[in-house]
């Protein structure tokens, strides 16, 4: 083993990728321009050892679109390594930058982990080989170790050329104390916080910021891509998540946080201990997050409340019970009934997250879930377009349910690339579902309840209203067709 205590010089990228709609400009950096939270945190570990470090988001504020301009910009740094963290609409990005790179300085190490390369691993470097290295799972070890220079073979998570021949080591081990990682290098992106914003109407303070509190799920929905941090649950105690928060509210002057955890309250005495402390010790700070039906109760959800939580969001998908069974086993609609009730009765607001287009979906399947968001009053709603990502336990039939285009660029949730068999078009999907997005906010019950809160709302507004011009283009994307 080989190693070098010799401080790196590193550029982590955050790929741009093809995040709107073919033909229309990109406006989704404008609407939620979100903070590339796994890149920040492997940006913080190396500077913990030492290392040079600087991030470069290509969704960031003022960065060009252009691949040249953005390639001309990482190259500023004068970095040894450039690392690049993408997800399946980005990695060709990153890989074209890789080339572009690779052409001007060969001497320029190209690493790139992410999504998309912890599901797909060596056949991806067979196909790409501008990169040298690809890094499966968790990032933070695996680069620091290949920064302070140990041989590829003792590098566990790595993926390299050696000769004609392409191996995979075996995994790292996952980071089983998160309170040991330090807090992610907010101070290295450009911008940060008051050109990254969070989802208008989600949030009453500015500026915002987001936070990942765990690592690794319990479950394994159908449609969900495992591949980064696998089963399990490992979350940050509520003593670390504080301080994050606390870090937050005074190095930055942050004022709402997006909490992304898939199962925030499933470990229950850690949120008590949490809100207990952000009662004893306020931050002036409100958040949101997600939690899964099963893991709520009144007196969890009383206590969200008076530590500052705005709003708590519910994985729903379908309101139909066979698509349910199918894809998120566990979840039935009485329960989500109850749950949105019992949210709403401890004076949050209730946002149901829903899926369109999963295999087995029908125009009847559709049509009843629209009812459902009706009759639950939710007081917001997103609907994605299912995408099948290679990681997710479908991915393996996916063809056999319907006509899939593989165009990863495409595949982010924006846009329709699978078409199940009970639909008849992709043309008739897309017309579903602007028609049934903008029932939800056309409904009556809904709109009364946005306009009580137009003055909570202000600064979404006044936003929105500087860059009306995106946002009505974008709005445009979602009238049915006539």
């Known amino acids: 083993m080989v190693q070098s205590q010799q401080k790196k010089r590193i550029v982590l990228v955050h790929p741009r990728g093809f995040n709107w709609f073919p033909g229309k400009t990109d406006i989704t950096d404008i609407a939620n321009r979100m903070v590339p939270q796994g890149l920040l945190s492997i940006a913080a570990y190396l500077i913990s050892e030492g290392h040079d470090v600087f991030v470069y988001d290509c969704l960031g504020p003022h960065a060009p ?62 196909e790409y080989p501008t990169f040298d290295y690809l890094i499966a799972g968790e990032g933070e070890l695996s680069m620091a170790e290949l920064a302070s220079g140990y041989e590829p073979a003792a590098i566990k998570g790595l993926i390299w050329h050696s000769g004609t021949e392409i191996i995979a080591n075996e995994p790292h081990e996952k980071i089983s104390d998160l309170d040991s990682l330090p807090f992610p290098a907010y101070e290295k992106l450009h911008g940060f916080p008051h050109d990254y914003h969070l989802p208008l109407f989600s949030y009453v303070n500015t500026p915002g910021a987001t936070m990942i509190t765990s690592r690794g799920c319990m479950y394994q929905c159908s449609y969900c891509d495992r591949s980064v ?83 708590v969001s519910l994985g729903i998908e379908s309101a139909d019970p066979q698509m349910l069974a199918r894809h998120k086993s566990g979840v039935s609609l009485d329960d989500v009934r109850d749950t949105v009730r019992r949210i709403q009765a401890a004076g949050l607001r209730a946002k149901g997250l829903f899926m369109m287009g999963l295999p087995g979906e029908t125009e009847d399947s559709i049509h009843r879930t629209s009812d459902f968001i009706i009759a639950l009053g939710l007081d917001d709603m997103n609907m994605a377009k299912f995408t099948p990502f290679p990681g997710a336990p479908l991915w393996a039939n996916i063809r056999e349910e319907g006509t899939f285009n ?34 939800f906010y056309s409904d009556g019950v809904w709109r009364n309840k946005f306009r009580k809160r137009i003055w909570q709302h202000r600064k979404s507004l006044m936003y929105l209203l500087r860059h009306l011009p995106s946002f009505w283009s974008a709005k445009n994307q979602f009238e049915p067709d006539k």
Request: net charge positive.
């Open 229 to 311: 941090f696998k089963k399990g649950f490992r979350y940050n105690s509520a003593t670390y998540i504080y301080e994050h928060m606390k870090h937050l509210r005074t190095k930055f002057g942050v004022r709402h946080i997006n909490i992304y955890d898939d199962l925030f309250t499933a470990n229950r005495p850690r949120i008590v201990e949490l809100c207990d402390k952000l009662l004893r010790e306020p931050l002036g700070i409100n958040f949101n997050c997600a939690v899964r039906v099963g893991y709520t109760d009144d007196d969890l959800l009383k206590m969200l409340k008076d530590a500052g939580c705005l709003m």
């Open 65 to 126: 679109t252009n691949l040249d301009d953005q390639v001309k910009a990482i190259l500023s740094y004068n970095p040894a390594i450039v690392g690049f963290s993408a997800t399946t609409s980005s990695f060709l990005d990153a890989a074209d930058m890789a080339h572009k790179i690779k052409d001007q300085f060969p001497n320029i190490i190209t690493v790139c982990g992410g999504v998309h390369v912890s599901a797909l691993e060596g056949k991806l470097l067979a």
């Open 406 to 439: 593989e165009d990863w660029r495409l595949m982010n949730c924006l846009n329709f690339v699978f078409v199940p068999q009970g639909i008849a078009s992709q043309e008739r999907l897309d017309h579903l579902y602007n028609k049934h997005v903008k029932r």
